[in-house]
């Protein structure tokens, strides 16, 4: 069965502490990965995109990579405006060769000034 | 200019009740989607429309019926309300190529949180 874990569940940092955020993946055909961030009462925004292996992206302070297995959202010195849900998605070919995404349950990111 | 706007933002209803969500975009695109946000947090495809044609519909009840009158807009609509119906309904759009090779994501709007009682 197709499959998006994320972890941790949450995460709470001081400000300036950098860490990464996990995403693994059991799915069969990868289309893209997709990292998201979702504030309070919003809708998720797009962040990256990441095709194959090897391949890293990069937005002010996030760095996102992937494996063959997980993806990585690398957060260094982290800001209080940095504190969301970051909410990973794979995509696979839906009916009609449109793209489906499968959602992870994301990481709640809490960062302390 | 809002990308992707939804309405109403909050809608409380009673069991039983019939009601819609509208959804409209300008961004140009041409597939657009509705999706589910459980408490959990959890996001959820319903119903995915290209060009206004049905493109994914997945397991949903019956009583979900989208409109799409145009590539601009679609519209969901929900009869015979249940409890469980209660969530927050994300209305999204990507060009039908988002994600092959190029940087596009779907766009969101802001939700909808219904709540049945």
């Known amino acids: 069965e197709d499959q998006v874990t994320q972890s941790p569940e949450a995460l709470r940092l001081q400000e300036g502490e950098s860490s990464s955020l996990n995403c693994s993946y059991t799915v069969s055909g990868l289309r893209g990965l997709f990292w998201y961030r979702q504030d309070p009462g919003k809708g998720p925004e797009f962040l990256f995109t990441?095709?194959?292996?090897?391949e890293e992206k990069e937005k002010e302070r996030l760095k996102a990579t992937l494996t063959k297995k997980e993806s990585f959202l690398h957060i260094t010195a982290p800001k209080p405006e940095d504190s969301a849900t970051y909410l990973c998605?794979?995509?696979?070919w839906g009916a009609g060769n449109n793209r489906k995404l499968i959602w992870g349950l994301g990481t709640s990111l809490a960062v302390n000034p | 200019d809002t990308a992707v706007s939804q309405t109403p933002k909050y809608l409380v209803t009673q069991m039983g009740n019939d009601k819609s969500i509208k959804c409209e975009q300008n961004?140009?695109?041409?597939?657009m989607y509705w999706y589910k946000q459980d408490s959990k947090k959890f996001l959820k495809i319903m119903f995915s429309?290209?060009?206004?044609?049905?493109?994914i519909n997945e397991t949903v009840p019956n009583r979900f019926s989208p409109k799409s009158p145009d590539k601009a807009h679609l519209n969901l609509h929900i009869n015979s309300l249940e409890l469980g119906d209660s969530a927050v309904y994300f209305c999204a759009s990507s060009q039908k190529g988002a994600g092959t090779g190029n940087n596009y994501g779907y766009t969101f709007g802001s939700g909808t949180r219904l709540t049945v009682v």
């Open positions: 998605a794979v995509g696979l």
């Open positions: 990441l095709y194959s292996a090897g």
């Open positions: 961004l140009g695109h041409d597939t």
């Open positions: 429309y290209n060009n206004k044609e049905l493109i």
